[in-house]
Nanobody, 121 residues
Framework: QVQLVESGGGLVQAGGSLRLSCAAS????????MGWFRQAPGKEREFVAT????????VYGTSVKGRFTISRDNAKNTVYLQMNSLKPEDTAVYYC??????????????WGQGTQVTVSS
């Protein structure tokens, strides 16, 4: 069992930055791929980024590539999402997930409760 707790969300102006953190419980963190997804009001959940268990393989969603950076610290059981050059369309609830490698929701077994990111224009 893995429990995930996101933090770092908030309100920021367009062009600004935020860093999200996701702290995981349990001793299997280093064996799990970690992903970030987001869901805007009235829209389906969208893949943002994923990082392999080793941290060596990373994939980004098209809409965030070049602006967001995912990283992990296995010693701290934490995965991060650095978000730069934020746009109003980045406004969403951001979810952290743990599981198998992939860019779709079914590939992840555990989910956090989400953290709200709001980007004002």
């Amino acid at each position: 069992q893995v429990q995930l707790v996101e933090s770092g969300g908030g309100l920021v102006q367009a062009g600004g930055s935020l860093r999200l953190s996701c702290a995981a419980s349990g001793r299997t963190f280093s064996k799990n791929a970690m992903g970030w997804f987001r869901q805007a009001p009235g829209k389906e959940r969208e893949f943002v980024a994923t990082i392999s268990a080793s941290g060596l393989t990373i994939v980004y969603g098209t809409s965030v590539k070049g602006r967001f950076t995912i990283s992990r610290d296995n010693a701290k059981n934490t995965v991060y999402l650095q978000m730069n050059s934020l746009k109003p369309e980045d406004t969403a609830v951001y979810y952290c997930a743990a599981g198998n490698w992939g860019i779709t929701e079914p590939q992840y077994d555990y989910w956090g409760q989400g953290t709200q990111v709001t980007v004002s224009s």
